[in-house]
């Protein structure tokens, strides 16, 4: 064996892997070339300094815990999806007791509708998403995938929808989920950020021609002529809720949330959606 | 009078208690490659919960009866490249001979494998010896932390990294090599080791 064959051996020889015929040989070789001695046992002492020093730990709780909590909303098993997304202001006991009221009032009309989620009545895209802003405040509108990567709840969304998603990488955001559904054959996205120390912010999308129709959801005239003229328009509900809608390619999106308007606008214009 | 449902279901529902019995028990070799490749455990938390997400989201195209672990590995591997990577630096330029020469003076006063391993790095802190490790680029590093950390054998680390096991192999040999220089370094800068 010479001295380039036993380089090639090294690594086996200190995971003890090697064959029989070659231990001898290595072994014959070590014995009269220290130069190649000396490199197989710096080898073995850093195996050994890694194996001394670096233990293999075992997950700590609570992050196994967040784990399963996310994989068990993310199988829309349990409909305490607000917890994640809220996270720890969520554990405040006054919050928490509102919002279970809140979801408890859902549920009662949830079971009289076997089922069905009434989020809105409305043809009027805004009304429908200041409706459904509500009703993922309370728990009712449920994203069936949450992920920190916005980039994966659009490949989700955009499964079969015919329109282009938009999900925006947007600053302070903590956590973006999504949502698809349908009314008499017309495709809506519904996607939900929580942005740190901002709250919820919603955004209703569907195709702009459906909506410009107006057959079967739709538009007021002057709010389409606002959005023919300027690109965006903007509302506010009595109970000082912004919506905000505008273009995306060939898709409408109407955001609803309690945000400032100016702050709203800034994050929405300032990202380009994925 | 208009009105719609929103349909809250979900097109894996039905899969979820088979994905979780799959995949649960692999969740500590995760935890720790996330742990070693990230450097810290609030990033290591956020690769894990990502790639089971991911994992979670793609149960569909999991070939049932292949290694899952080796499959929940290259999403990980994947989502760190794509999110935590940081640029590593090109390890400094250590003059290797010195190395060989300041080991073969030691060698001559002690055979014993143990007692050389002792007097070269016994003194560094484990904080030396992690961040030794962290400076090792991305290939070297994740053969390191499966056979030398995990214990893996070589045939599963090559599935895991999508290669021949003889690029395993040497890939080990260059990380271990990569991986004495710096620990080296440590050592003569703490002045635990020679300065020449």
Known sequence: MDCREFE??????????????????????????????????????????????????????????AVLSSLRQSGSTSSNWLTLIFGEAFLNPAVALVALLMVAVGAVSLL????????????????????????????LLKPTLISHDPGDVKDYLSKDTPFDVSVASLEGCDWCGGVLSEVDGVRLVH?????????????????????????????????????????????????????????HKNTLCAAVSKMERAKMVALLNDKDPL | MFAFSLAITNPMKGLHKEF????????????????????????AHDLLQETFLKAYRFWD?????????AWLFRIMKNTYINVYRKAIKE??????????????????????????QEKLFGHLLDDDVTKALESLPEE?????????????????????????VGTVRSRLHRGRKLLYSKLFEYAKKRGFVGKD
């Not at chain 1, 046992?41 to 020093?53: A, D, F, Y």
């Not at chain 1, 009027?124 to 459904?132: A, E």
């Not at chain 1, 942005?195 to 079967?216: F, H, P, S, T, W």
């Not at chain 1, 959801?217 to 000082?240: C, H, R, S």
């Open chain 1, 8 to 65: 090639e051996l090294i690594t086996e020889a200190v995971d003890d892997r090697l064959r029989a015929g070659n231990k001898r040989h290595f072994s014959d070789h070590a014995n009269v070339c220290p130069s190649c001695r000396n490199e197989f046992e710096m080898e073995q002492i850093t195996k050994g300094v890694m194996r001394g020093r670096i233990h293999h730990e075992t997950t700590p709780r609570e992050t196994y815990f």
């Open chain 1, 112 to 139: 009289q509708k076997s089922n069905a989620i009434p989020i809105s009545t409305e043809k009027n895209i805004i009304t429908q998403s200041i409706n459904n802003y509500s009703a993922a405040m309370t728990g």
């Open chain 1, 191 to 247: 996607v939900v950020y929580k942005i740190g120390g901002e709250g919820i912010l919603y955004v209703y999308q569907v195709d702009m021609n459906e909506a410009l129709r107006g057959n079967k959801i739709g538009l007021p005239e002057n709010v389409k002529a606002v959005l023919a003229k300027t690109g965006w328009y903007f509302e506010q509900t009595p109970d000082l809720c912004n919506v905000v809608l505008w273009r």
């Open chain 2, 20 to 43: 979780e019995k799959e995949v649960i028990p692999h969740t500590d070799i995760l935890y720790n490659y996330a742990l070693r490749m990230t450097g810290n455990a609030d990033d």
């Open chain 2, 61 to 69: 195209k999991y070939e049932k009866g292949t290694n899952v672990r």
């Open chain 2, 91 to 116: 390890p400094d330029t250590v003059d290797y001979n010195d190395i060989q020469n300041f080991y073969n003076i030691i060698r001559e006063d002690s055979a014993d494998a143990n007692d050389l």
């Open chain 2, 140 to 164: 070297f590093r994740t053969v390191v932390i499966l056979c030398d950390i995990e214990e893996l054998t070589y045939e599963e680390i090559a599935e895991f990294v999508e290669c021949p």
